[in-house]
Each structure stands twice: as structure tokens, then as C-alpha cells.
């Protein structure tokens, strides 16, 4: 029994409800049934469990129970409340019942007898509103046989159709008006009264308006163009008025045409088809300017649409004669076969025999010899005749664009009143679909694509047949560079291609047909990429490589020799120049000779045309930058290997001939440390004679650099010159690295003043002129010179890393090396 006590203080000890939480939980299983339990132990858990359900219950009552008092008086407030509304209750009622009731019925009635009304009013307005448009209608048929009658004043009768053509189709053909209108003079329903007069008015006008075409009556013409809108005959009018203006076309068309016999042959010149196209396109260009205001007053907005489609109907065809009869008269087809079966034999036999993969030493053969005998020029294709046929076929094309540009613009709908937007200029289909833009580029675009390709090429080829030297171009520093030519020196071939790589892409251009100008981009960058690049490689290959004549170790090449690579270099540089500077002027709003020229964005007005030619224009000046600077820099590595590395050695060895750096005599002191009569540039300040001892590497060595370097930079162009430096530079930096190096263990401090002297003055020299760029490949060389001559107090900074302000070339270890060099220094 003690066992169950304790067991039931223990459950009373750590089972007996939360005080926070018995508030807030339920036991949510209920107690166990009493009568189940078979233990003191299970009664006293369910006797817990009971107590503590109690508790909570107890508490939540209690809860209630507290809010008693205000709910009863919530309950009691709305209780008086009920009561007031109640009486209000009562009093709306009887208020309804005695007032308003009778007021609600009067109003009902009213509004009933308003709506009625209008309803009958609006009938009455619509019987009117139809009565008067019987009136009318009658009036006009009346009005309309009227004037056809005696009186034949067909004006007024087109416009009593026009009134006529007001009143709804439904009131004409109504009962109504049947029963109403006729008469005994007009007894027909008015809607066949009303066709009939205007299909006669029609035949009648049709009639008329012929006539006074073929008498040349423009004011009659006039008079009865504008009243076939009167009567609903718009579509005839815009016809008859279209093959009208047509019939003046092709007389005018034919008449010049006519002339063409007439000039012993040679017709209107060599542009006589061109001036012929020019006067058709300006002529319908006229009649849709002039008479475009005349068919949009009476016709309507857009109708000049239709007038413009008969035009190009006519447009096609004489067009067509006019680019047929070009075709047969010029030989077209004949010259356009010669073009694509030349052979070009002066490039491929060029080409062929002395290609290399690279510019090498290679002996020249089978190639034709400068000044020699020349292939015949044209080789059965004359030139010139193709030149003056791709002048006319331009011009051709050029009026084709304009004539295109001018009738889109007639051709876009009127933008919406309150829109600010531009809308883009298309091709209208009236020109997509005529059967003039199909020949034009059949006929007219292909051959010109065809022959600028062949005339592009022809003209390289040829301007390499009759390339020409600068005259009188030396190395000589005894002579001037030339008595003839002025800077740049380039041989005639750049000046030629060149100028004609301008004309073709300037005549393209201004044909504004987007496709066109690209393919002839694309051509233009493909020859100079190809035979330009190609000729001026080969040349470097073959006849200019600068190589000595005899095998002999140390022989240089000979000067000639190396005039003519530096002038093909030259070639290269100015030629790319020059194409960038064409390309600028067509990109820019002016031509490349300064002369005022037009935007893109004016010859290629359609869609993203013009971007289109821009990129192309730039991609062609980006590719022939980046060929001839490749080129040019292979030309400037092998023009050093050849020509300057040779001699850079013996020059640094001359220079230094005979100096030693270990100096300890105080006179020597004296002239070691005295460095202010030296010019960063390498020149003299005027120190005096007293200065030439104590330089005398610095003025060996500029003797020397300017017998090697000067000679190339009179004829090499700045550019080119500046990159030969930067080779040199490279190059001879590490020679002289090396020979400081050299000095090591050989060297006081006294003879690393003289030293680090010395080696400023080569510096100077191989930088002066402003060339402050190269000093950059001498910062190692400098460097050593500035460790050695370092104070005691400076070393310890110096080789503890880069925290010394200095953007060293050297690495800790080399600096280290250099300061031992001194004898007596570690």
C-alpha cells in the first residue's frame, strides 16, 4: 500500500496541470472510464486527469462569468435601440402609405407617357429624315434627266449624281421611293434611272475626254477627268486619265529613241541610252508630280496610287526597249563573255612560279622583267570601251534608284494626324512586281557586277605592268633622297589602283542598289586582298629581296635591292592609307577629296540599307589593314634580319672599343662624374671640346647609328620607320644588356658613373627625334646602370622588393647580381 502512496504522490508531482497553461489547453483525450479501472493506480490517474479537466473548465466559466456584466449591457443597449427603429418603422410606413404613395403612381404614369412620346418622336424624325431624302432623291433624278435633256449641261447633271450618291441605297430602292419618285416624264424606279444616267453619263464623258486627248485639249481633258468621280465612275477615270498620261509617255519615249540615228551613228554621245532612261523616269516623274494634286483633290487620298500602277505598266516597256535596244547597240553580251573569259595572264603567270609561303630568298624566274617587253594590254578586250560602258551602266542604274526612291514616296499613306512617328520608306510593290525591275537587274545590274570585277582586276594587273620606281632614290647620305619625287616614295602601281578602286566605289554608290555596292565591296576588298597584297608579296619574295649577291659571310645586300623593298613596304603603308582615307570620305557626309558629298542614309533610304553598306564599307577597311599591316610587319622583320642585325653587333663593339671602367686616377674621377654636358636626346649642350673624351662611346656610337639608320628613315615612311625602330630597339637592347653584363668584376665605382653615363648616351641616341616609346626597351639596361651606382643606404629598400616606388624590370636576384659587379660592392 505504501508502494501505491508514493506512486501517487509521484504522479501528483509531475502530472499536476501548468498554471500558465491551464488556461489555454483542454486535455483533448477524455479520462479513462471508471469503471475499467482495475487498480488504485488507474483510479488515481483518472481521478488527475478529471481534476485537471475541471480546473480548465472551472477557469474558462469563470472567463465568462467576468464578461457577464458588459455583455448585459450590450444586450440592453440593443434592446433600446430595437424599440427606436421600431417607431421609425411605424412612422416610414404610414408616410409611404399616406404621401408617397399616390406621388409614385403620378410619377410611373408620367414617365411612361414621356417615354411614349419620345418614341413617337423619333418616329416622326425618322419619317421626316426619309421623307427629305425622297425629296432629294427625286430632285436629283429630276435635276439629272433635266440637264441631260436639252439643256446637255452635263456638269450639273454629274453633280446631281454626286448629291444622289449621298442618300442610303436602301431609301433608293425602297418602296417608298418607287411609289414617290417617278414621274410621267421619268416613270422608270429611280435606281435604274440613276444607273442608267450614269453609265450614259460615262459612255458620254469617255467619249469626250478621248477626244480632247487627241486634239491635245488639256483644259477639256481636265474638265472631264474631274467629274468621272461625280458619278461613281472613279476606276474609269483613273484609267483613262492613266493610259492618257501613258500616250504622251511613249511618244516622248519614241521621239527620243527616234534621235538616236540621227548623229551619224553615234547617237547622243557614248551616254545616249542613259540620257534616254533619264528623260522616261524624269518625265513620269513629272506627270506624277504635277498631276498628283489634280487626283488627289477630286479622286481622293491614295488614288494617285492607280494612275502610278498604269505609268510603270508603260515605264515597263519602254524601259525595256530602251535597255533592249542598249543591249544589242553596245554588244553587251559579246563584251560581257570577253570579260569572264580573260585570263589574266600577267597575274597567274606572275603567281604561279614564284609563290611562297612565306617571304623568303627565293631566286626570281619566269617572271616578267621591270622595263621589258609588255603583253599586249588588252589582249582582245578593249579597256577603255568597258570603262565607258560601266560609266553608262551606272548611270542607268543610278536613274533606276532615283526613279525607285521617288515613287515609294509617293506611294506611302498619309500618317495618322496625331502620330509623330516617320514611317519607313519600302519598295511599293507596283516596282516589286514590274517586269522593268526584273530586266534591270538581268540586264543591267549582272554586267555591271560583272565587268567592275573584270575592270578592277584588269586596272591591278595593268598598273603592275606599267609600275614605276621613284627616279633618283639613293641611300647615299652624300646625295639628296630624290631630285624628282616628293614623300612618300611609292611606286606608281598605289596611286593607280587607288584611284581606280575610288571611281568604282564611287560609282557603285551612287547606283543606291544595296546589292550591287556590296558585291562590288566585296570584289574590291577581294582583289586588293588577293592581287595587291599578292603582287607587293611576290615583288618582296622574289625581285626586292633584300639578299646579298654573293654567299659570302657578313656581304650585305645591295642598295638597289634594298631601295626597292623599302618602297614596296612604303607601298604597303600608303596603300592602306589611302584606302582608309577613300572609305572615311564615303562614310563621312563629305568625299574623301574634301568635295561635298552625300550621306548614306540619303542614297539608301530603304530599311537598314545604308547600315548594310556601312559595315560592308568598314569590314573591306579593317581586312586590308589588317592583311597589309601583317605584311608589313613580315617585310620589317626580314628587312632586319637581312640587312640591320648584321651590323648592330659590330657597332656596339666599336663603340665601347677600347673604354675600361676601372678608375681610380683623380684626374679620371673628375671626368667621370662631370655629366652635365649631357643631352637626354643624345645631342651636345655646347660643353665644349673639353666634353669629347669623356663621350666618346655616346659620338662613336651615333656615328655609327646614324650611318645604319638614317639611310632607311629618308626613305621609309614615318609608320614603317617606327616600327623598324622598335624591331632595332628590341633587338639591340639585348645586346647591350648583355655587354653591361659583361663588365661585371671590371667595374669601380668611379667607372660605373663613366658607365651608366655611357649607356645613357647610347639610349639617347637610338631615342632622340621624340621616339620616347623605344626608351621603354632600354628600362633594364638602365636599370642595372642605376643598382650599381646606388648609395649604401638605398641597397637594403632596393633588394627588399618593390616597396621603393620604382616599376622594376629586374628581379630581386638580378639586382642583387648587378650590385656585385662593382668591384668591392656585394
Request: aromatic share 6%; proline share 5%; with cysteine.
Amino acid at each position: 500500500m505504501s508502494t501505491t502512496n508514493d506512486h501517487h504522490h509521484y504522479y501528483h508531482h509531475n502530472h499536476q496541470p501548468h498554471p500558465e497553461d491551464e488556461d489555454e489547453h483542454v486535455p483533448t483525450a477524455p479520462p479513462p472510464d471508471v469503471n475499467s479501472c482495475t487498480t488504485i493506480a488507474d483510479l488515481h490517474i483518472a481521478l488527475s486527469l478529471l481534476n485537471a479537466q475541471e480546473t480548465v473548465v472551472t477557469k474558462r466559466l469563470d472567463a465568462l462569468l467576468s464578461t457577464q456584466q458588459e455583455l448585459t449591457h450590450s444586450l440592453t443597449r440593443l434592446d433600446i435601440i430595437r424599440a427606436h427603429l421600431g417607431t421609425q418603422v411605424v412612422a416610414a410606413r404610414s408616410l409611404s402609405n399616406s404621401m408617397l404613395s399616390g406621388a409614385a403612381t403620378t410619377a410611373s404614369r408620367v414617365s411612361g407617357a414621356v417615354k411614349r412620346l419620345d418614341v413617337e418622336q423619333s418616329r416622326v424624325k425618322a419619317t421626316l429624315e426619309v421623307v427629305e431624302q425622297v425629296a432629294e432623291l427625286k430632285a436629283c433624278v429630276l435635276g439629272v434627266t433635266g440637264s441631260m435633256g436639252a439643256p446637255q449641261d452635263w456638269e450639273t447633271a454629274a453633280r446631281y449624281l454626286s448629291r444622289s450618291s449621298k442618300v442610303p441605297p436602301e431609301i433608293i430602292k425602297g418602296s417608298f421611293a418607287e411609289e414617290i419618285v417617278p414621274t410621267a416624264e421619268v416613270p422608270d424606279p429611280p435606281a435604274i434611272t440613276l444607273e442608267n444616267a450614269a453609265a450614259s453619263l460615262c459612255g458620254l464623258f469617255l467619249r469626250e475626254f478621248e477626244k480632247a486627248a487627241a486634239a491635245g485639249d488639256g483644259e477639256k481633258v481636265t474638265r472631264f477627268f474631274k467629274l468621272f468621280p461625280l458619278i461613281g465612275r472613279t476606276d474609269v477615270g483613273l484609267d483613262v486619265y492613266g493610259r492618257y498620261v501613258c500616250q504622251g509617255v511613249a511618244a516622248r519615249a519614241r521621239e527620243a529613241m527616234a534621235m538616236k540615228r540621227g548623229e551619224g551613228g553615234g547617237g547622243l554621245g557614248d551616254f545616249f541610252y542613259a540620257n534616254a532612261m533619264t528623260r522616261l523616269f524624269e518625265h513620269i516623274a513629272s506627270i506624277v508630280e504635277q498631276h498628283g494634286g489634280l487626283v488627289e483633290r477630286h479622286y481622293g487620298s491614295g488614288r494617285m496610287v492607280r494612275v502610278v500602277e498604269r505609268l510603270q505598266v508603260e515605264a515597263d516597256t519602254q524601259g525595256g526597249i530602251i535597255i533592249d535596244t542598249f543591249t544589242d547597240e553596245r554588244s553587251v553580251d559579246r563584251k560581257l563573255t570577253d570579260v569572264k573569259t580573260y585570263a589574266f595572264s600577267f597575274l597567274v603567270q606572275s603567281f604561279l612560279p614564284q609563290t611562297r609561303g612565306a617571304i623568303t630568298g627565293a631566286a626570281r624566274s619566269a617572271s616578267p622583267a621591270p622595263g621589258g617587253p609588255r603583253m599586249s594590254e588588252d589582249e582582245g578586250v578593249d579597256v577603255k570601251e568597258i570603262d565607258m560602258l560601266l560609266s553608262e551602266l551606272g548611270i542607268m542604274l543610278g536613274r533606276w534608284s532615283l526613279y525607285c526612291r521617288f515613287i515609294a514616296r509617293k506611294c506611302l499613306p498619309d500618317p495618322a494626324p496625331d502620330s509623330e512617328a516617320t514611317i519607313p520608306q519600302t519598295m511599293p510593290p507596283v516596282l516589286l512586281q514590274s517586269a522593268l525591275l526584273a530586266k534591270v537587274e538581268t540586264r543591267l545590274l549582272a554586267p555591271f557586277s560583272a565587268m567592275t570585277t573584270f575592270f578592277i582586276r584588269r586596272s591591278v594587273e595593268k598598273a603592275f605592268q606599267l609600275d614605276e620606281p621613284p627616279s633618283d632614290l639613293t641611300l647615299s647620305l652624300l646625295s639628296p633622297v630624290s631630285t624628282l619625287a616628293n614623300p612618300p616614295f611609292i611606286t606608281s602601281a598605289v596611286d593607280d589602283v587607288m584611284y581606280i578602286i575610288k571611281t568604282h566605289l564611287q560609282r557603285s554608290l551612287h547606283t543606291s542598289l544595296r546589292a550591287l555596292v556590296t558585291a562590288v565591296i566585296s570584289t574590291v576588298g577581294r582583289v586588293l586582298g588577293s592581287d595587291f597584297i599578292g603582287m607587293t608579296q611576290r615583288k618582296m619574295q622574289v625581285e626586292s629581296y633584300p639578299k646579298a649577291a654573293s654567299g659570302a659571310p657578313g656581304a650585305l645586300p645591295p642598295d638597289e635591292k634594298v631601295v626597292s623593298f623599302l618602297v614596296l613596304i612604303n607601298n604597303l603603308d600608303v596603300a592602306s592609307e589611302y584606302n582608309s582615307r577613300i572609305i572615311n570620305g564615303f562614310l563621312g557626309t563629305t568625299t574623301s577629296d574634301g568635295s561635298g558629298g552625300v550621306a548614306l542614309e540619303e542614297l539608301f533610304p530603304f530599311a537598314d540599307d545604308a547600315r548594310v553598306v556601312r559595315d560592308a564599307l568598314k569590314g573591306m577597311e579593317a581586312t586590308f589593314e589588317s592583311k597589309a599591316g601583317e605584311l608589313i610587319n613580315d617585310g620589317i622583320m626580314v628587312f632586319f634580319n637581312q640587312v640591320i642585325k648584321p651590323k648592330l653587333r659590330p657597332l656596339l663593339t666599336d663603340a665601347f672599343r677600347d673604354v675600361e671602367y676601372v678608375v681610380s686616377d683623380a684626374g679620371e674621377e673628375s671626368k667621370a662624374g662631370a655629366t652635365h654636358g649631357y643631352d637626354e636626346d643624345g645631342d651636345e649642350d655646347g660643353a665644349g671640346a673639353g666634353m669629347q673624351d669623356e663621350e666618346i662611346v655616346k659620338h662613336r656610337f651615333q656615328s655609327g647609328w646614324d650611318a645604319v639608320m638614317i639611310p632607311y628613315k629618308r626613305v621609309l615612311t614615318e609608320k614603317c620607320f617606327n616600327k623598324l625602330l622598335n624591331t632595332t630597339a628590341g633587338y639591340f637592347t639585348k645586346l647591350l644588356e648583355k655587354r653591361i653584363w659583361g663588365y661585371s668584376g671590371r667595374i669601380n665605382e668611379l667607372g660605373a658613373i663613366r658607365l651608366e653615363r655611357d649607356v645613357a648616351g647610347v639610349v639617347g641616341v637610338v631615342v632622340r627625334g621624340g621616339m620616347y616609346g623605344v626608351r621603354d626597351a632600354f628600362a633594364r639596361c638602365v636599370q642595372i646602370c642605376l643598382v650599381v651606382n646606388m648609395e649604401e643606404d638605398e641597397v637594403s629598400e632596393m633588394l627588399g622588393g618593390d616597396g621603393d616606388g620604382v616599376e622594376w624590370k629586374l628581379e630581386v636576384e638580378e639586382r642583387r647580381r648587378a650590385r656585385g659587379m662593382v668591384v668591392g660592392k656585394a
